[in-house]
């Protein structure tokens, strides 16, 4: 997830560019009060009870002439103000996007956050935003590194601010909003799930949720967000400018989570990685690393996956004969093709029981994926040996 720039921030919105429609959205629901003016040019905006700062001169519309003017005033006054609102409300203008925001309820004195807690919370958000990526491009119980590239992607362009004891993340709308909405629906049936296994003491529900996108990675993230807690909470708050998703209505979306569903969801996470079959795969993929102690024995492979597994690399031991076939297509620069079953042991990052190893000839993309992927690698998205 992208920090804000700088101590900062991103750059202030253009009011030219504002919405006064998206701008009064976001006042109310940061609990602004509206007070007086002509309903049908202006309303002047205040900051909630107890924040300090000054009032907002707010157009009706953008099309009256002095539209860009006022929007201009109130950009400029929001980034001066001292209430804490501001900043978000500044934040959202910015970055346009649903705002999903997390809080952790930590024992001890109010407002005390230690840094293993904040960071706990970090892993958290990065956790359940990865999940309901990958989820919303295919089901699964168990994803391990399947579909790790996706879900960095969307993660690179997601906003996140943290204060105090809550972090807030921007995500981008409406081009992000099938992660956000697969995310939601997925924690909608998990806390579901737990409620049921809590009372019924079945855990059929926890395989059922996961046609609603409730996955191994969903369930830990969920635990790490609620453990050293007394409770925690998701809200959702769709983008004004995108407007709600389909079958969202108009509700209020607060999802809460506390201690006592940790059991459920330890048990959770175990069923749903057992469950998950290996899968039967061809890939394509350039031979990055080869390891064998014994000249003449077998050896381990590591492959840079171009297609045909939902994975950066591979790990598989080759006999002799295979390996050998795998040193020559490395030494020439070419490609190999290999059949296997990718095993959920290790993340689904392991190919056992490999068979026709062939060197193939580059397909049109694949060396542009390649270095694609080797670009990543290098900035720091690569796989550890």
Request: hydrophobic fraction near 40%; charged fraction near 25%; glycine fraction near 12%.
């Amino acid at each position: 997830m992208t920090p804000p720039h700088g101590p900062g921030e991103p750059p202030l919105p253009d009011p030219a560019t504002v919405d006064p429609a998206v701008l009064t959205t976001l006042l109310a629901r940061h609990g602004w009060i509206r007070r007086g003016g002509p309903a049908a040019r202006y309303g002047r905006w205040t900051p909630p009870d107890g924040e300090p700062g000054t009032s907002l001169l707010v157009p009706a519309a953008d099309g009256f002439d002095d539209a860009v003017e006022l929007l201009t005033d109130a950009v400029t006054a929001l980034s001066r103000s001292r209430a804490p609102s501001a900043r978000s409300i500044l934040l959202a203008l910015a970055v346009p996007g649903d705002e999903l925001r997390w809080r952790r309820e930590a024992p001890g004195p109010a407002g005390a956050t230690p840094w293993d807690d904040a960071e706990r919370l970090r892993r958290a958000a990065r956790g359940m935003l990865a999940a309901g990526a990958k989820a919303a491009r295919a089901r699964a119980a168990y994803f391990g590194a399947r579909l790790d590239g996706p879900a960095a992607d969307f993660l690179d362009r997601v906003l996140v601010v943290e204060h105090g004891a809550a972090l807030t993340a921007y995500t981008p709308a409406p081009e992000g909003r099938a992660a956000v909405t697969t995310l939601v629906r997925a924690l909608e049936a998990l806390r579901d799930a737990v409620d049921y296994r809590r009372v019924s003491g079945g855990p059929e529900a926890f395989e059922n949720a996961v046609r609603a996108g409730v996955s191994r990675e969903l369930v830990q993230s969920v635990g790490e967000l609620i453990r050293g807690t007394t409770a925690a909470r998701l809200t959702v708050a769709w983008s004004p400018a995108a407007g709600t998703p389909g079958g969202f209505g108009d509700r209020r979306i607060d999802l809460d989570f506390s201690p006592g569903d940790l059991p459920a969801l330890t048990e959770a996470a175990d069923l749903l990685e057992r469950i998950e079959p290996a899968v039967a795969v061809t890939v394509v993929g350039v031979v990055t690393r080869l390891k064998r102690a014994d000249p003449a024995g077998p050896g381990s492979v590591r492959l840079r996956v171009l297609t045909g597994a939902e994975v950066r690399e591979l790990r598989l031991r080759l006999p002799d004969p295979d390996y050998r076939l795998a040193a020559e297509a490395h030494l020439a620069g070419l490609p190999v093709r290999v059949s296997g079953r990718l095993e959920r042991h290790g993340g689904f990052r392991r190919l056992t029981r490999p068979h026709g190893l062939e060197p193939c000839g580059w397909e049109e993309g694949d060396r542009e994926r390649l270095l694609k992927s080797l670009g990543e690698k290098a900035d720091g998205g690569g796989e550890g040996a």
